[in-house]
Structure formats: C-alpha cells, structure tokens
C-alpha cells in the first residue's frame, strides 16, 4: 500500500513537472569574423557559428538559456547583452563589458545562463567598443509558457531585425571617432533587413527618378531580399526590432495596416498606423491582415527617420501565395513621413500606452534624476557628456568591484543628480568643455525612481537630435514627455493610469522625457544611449543597487583588472 501510494504521487509529480516544467536550453555558439556581402559589397562580419546575424534564439518564458560562448575573434574581446532581458538575480550575464563582466578573451569561452522570464520580442548585439556595428547581433523571441496565451491572436508570424551598415570597418570607425578632431562616421551606405540590403542597386528602381540600377538578382546572394510568404485573408504576427548603431527608421508594408500590440517584451494597447517609429533598441510586435489582391506582392519597407537621409531604403518582399516571389510588386514603395516630421514622430510615441492589467507606476518616487545630455569638447575631443561628464569605463568590471569593496576603480565621487541650474537648453553650451567620469549613480534598493531625460542643443546651432535611452536590467514606465526644458511642476502632468512599460524610450530634439522605475534588481546596470558611436563618445551612466545581496558571481566574469588581482591573491582564480 505505501508503495503504491509513493510510486502514485511520483507519477503525479511527474505529470505536473512535466506540464510546467522550463526548460533548459543548451546553445554552443563560436564567435568570429567572417567574409560576407550584406549589400553586394562584400566586407567582414561578426559572425556567430558561420552565421550573420547570428542564430535566433528561441524559447519559452520561464526557460533557462544555457549558452556557451568561445571567442574565436583571435585579437579582441567579446561580450553579448540580452537586450530586454532583466537578468533577474544573475546581474553577471548581462553581458556589458567593464560593467557586468571582463571582456573575454580570445580563445576563451564564457557561460552565459539566464532565465527568459517573460514573453516577448528581444534581440541581442555585442556591448564591447563598436562590436554591434560590426554585425554582432540576432533575434531572441520568447513564446509563452505552455498552457499560456497571447493577449491576441494570428496565424502566423515573421520576425525582422533591422541595422544599418558601412563600408569601413568597425575598428576603423573608432579610430575615427576617438581622434582629434573626431571624423564623424557619417550615414550608413546600406539599411538591412534581416542582414540583407542592397547597395548600388535598387530593387524599385523602376519606380524611382533615382539613377539606381535595378538589382539582377537570382534569389540565392547573400544580399538577396528578405521574403515573408503569406497567404490571403490571414493575420499575421511581424515581430520588429531594431539594433542600429546610428539610423532611427520608419517603417511600412505597402497597401497594408499595422496594429501595434507588443513594445519591448511588454503588451501595449492596440492602435493601427500606416508606419510605425523604430528606434535603436526598440522591439514591438505589430498584426497586419493580409486583405490585398493576392495576384500582387507588396514591399515592406524602412526609411531613415531624424536625421537628413543618405542611404536608400531598405525593402523586403510581401510575397502573397502562390504568387511568385520574383514578381515586383506593381506599386512604389510605400510613403513615409518626410526625415524631420518630427510632430508625426511624437505622436507616434504618445499612441504607445499600457494595455489594461499592465504592471502599475508608483504613485510617487523616493529620488529625481535629472540627466543633461550635451555634446562637449574635451582637450579638443568631441565627446557627448551627461550632466557634464563624459563616462569613461573602467577596466574592473563595477559588478566585482562594488560587491568586493575594491577602491580605486572607479570614480568614488557619485556623479551629480542634475546639471548646474541655469543652462539654456536651446543655445550651444556656452562653455563647451566637459571631463570625463566614471563614477556610479547608487540607488536605494526597492526605491522608486524618477530620471528626466533632458535634451539639449548640440555644438552647432540649430541642432538637436533624437537619442534613445536604453536601460539594463529593468523596465521603466515612460510617464511624460515635453518641449524645452524640464521645470518643478511638470511632474504634475505625468500619466500614471497607462504609461507603457518599456526599456527604451526617445527624447526629442529640445524635448524632454521622464521615466519611472523600482530599483529592485540588485546589480549594476548601464542606462546609456543606443546610439552605437554615442555611447561610445560617454553617452550613458551607471546605475547600481543592492549589490552587497548579488550572490554568485562566476569568477570567470570578473577576472581582469582588481578583481582579478583579488581572486589571484585568494588562490580562487
Ligand atoms: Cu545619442
């Protein structure tokens, strides 16, 4: 009798576990440079087993990611952030270099292990130097747990990720970058969907005035268009997400609405656009029903948005069934808001809000930051500073020098919680020169936290530009934007009742952007700009909370610089 009922209650345990159980997924991915012709013109890539961009990765919310990573770059480091993964409780896999972990080095290996808490559309991109522009970059979709549901419906999905691409390398855009005086890297030459453009050539030049040749194409290059093949009458799922080192884009299928349902991993409520706002490391999901003449094929098309335009389009094909998929499509490409519509840009953003039963704000925050973003000289360098200090990142990682009280590698002095009262917005700074920094905003843990995004004028005159603001190991709500400069009072018109819930959020040119957040993660977590050479110029700070609770950190993530020093002298390294 006893073991009848202990073998019974074994098989109960095992249908539970085995109804809700995550899984572990192992990956084994080698990192390294490759040959490869994204637009026609052929380069080098950060490729990721044979692969550019590197293999999705796909699982289901509450499964373990379990990826062994060996660096075959032979001459630099490498790391890969998990872009809108909160790393809850494993701060050393976020995968920034000289914050949460030491670059590891060539021929070595790391382990990344996470858990995927949430459904949701995310990407990954190397956060080392200028890695993501050097192709460092994938999908990572995260399905709902068995037994769970959407909170829409489709028949079928697509997933796109959107970059852009130049001719010089990565290594030499640093270069340029960091000289004096510094040579701007300028446009991309090619927009990429999916790794593919077209540089050179036009796959709607019969449509255009443009001189571009048309593209002769056999379907099979490397920098073939990608295709998403639909069948009529259906709704289908376009997961978007953008890992551009620079261009802010706009896209659009021709003839076809979209509905925005997902931002960043979060359910927002649905609106229906013609285009849709993709910033650098936004992620949405969008539906569109496949309701056109299904003898036609569509375009699927993106544009640059915010800055004055020098690279074409990048377009994908819509390809009804069983129409052939080398059929042009027999209308241009859709329209798109002219570059500096930046009124139909806000409005965009305003329509993204919280679907009903999202997480809610806290009413009021513990602590305001107010964080100036200005474009800076230092000793004749230009450099982009944050309440006028430029970061620089030190060679321990923070996550070990924090958590092991190690003084001296970085800044001791915290960096100020808003810039010197009286600076005009609106005018060049009138003293341009700035230092750099590399001190540490500590939060209170379980706090509540107001930052203020504020945008200024740049060097030259009459000029502001869009940077979007990213956030590491948290979502923030975006509770308010505005024009010129962020008084006391303006709190007042926050909206706590439907804010979205995201990981990046944009602040307009002379505008301005609040966000909220609980500082509930202990770790240290980046919150910089996700424009590539921005953050490279000191676009960013350093958050860290609780970090005396983080528990478990590898030694293999912190030996370098002090830390490894310390794990030498405890004979653990
Ligand atoms: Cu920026």
Known sequence: MGVFVASLLVFILLIINSATAAKVRHLKWEVEYMHWSPDGQEGVVIAINGQFPGPTIRAQAGDT?????TNKLHTEGVVIHWHGIRQIGTPWADGTASISQCAISPGEAFVYRFKVDRAGTYFYHGHYGMQRSAGLYGSLIVDVADGEKEKFEYDGEFSILLSDWWHKGSREQEVDLSSKPMRWIGEPQTLLINGRGQFNCSLAAHFSNSTAAPCKLRGNEQYAPYILKVHPNK???????SSTALAALNLAIGNHKMKVVEADGNYVKPFTVNNIDVYSGDSYSVLFRTDQSPTHNYWLSATVRGREPHTPPALAILNYLPTSPSHPPTSPPPPSPPWDDYPSSKAFSHKILSLPGSPQPPKTPHRRIILLNTQNYINGYTKWSINNI?????????????????????????????????????????????????????????????VVLQNANALKDNVSEIHPWHLHGHDFWVVGYGEGEFKEGDEAGFNLRDPPYRNTAVIFPYGWT?????????????????????????????FAEGVERVRGIPNEAIACGL?????????TS
């Open 514 to 542: 609040a966000l909220r957040f609980v500082a509930d993660n202990p770790g240290v977590w980046a919150f910089h700009c996700h424009i590539e050479p921005h953050l490279h110029l000191g676009m960013g700070v350093v």
């Open 235 to 241: 709704t289908y799922r376009l997961r978007i997400a």
């Open 390 to 450: 430029s970061l620089t990142l030190p060679t321990t990682p923070y996550l070990g020098s924090i958590k092991y009280n190690i003084t001296n590698a970085f800044d001791a002095k915290s960096p100020p919680d808003r810039a010197p009262p009286g600076y005009n917005v609106m005018r060049p700074p009138p003293n341009p020169n700035s230092t750099y920094g590399s001190g540490v905003y500590v939060l209170e843990l379980n706090s509540t936290v107001d």
């Open 65 to 69: 990611i379990h990826l062994h990573l």
């Open 563 to 571: 830390t490894g020093k310390m794990l030498m002298r405890n004979g």
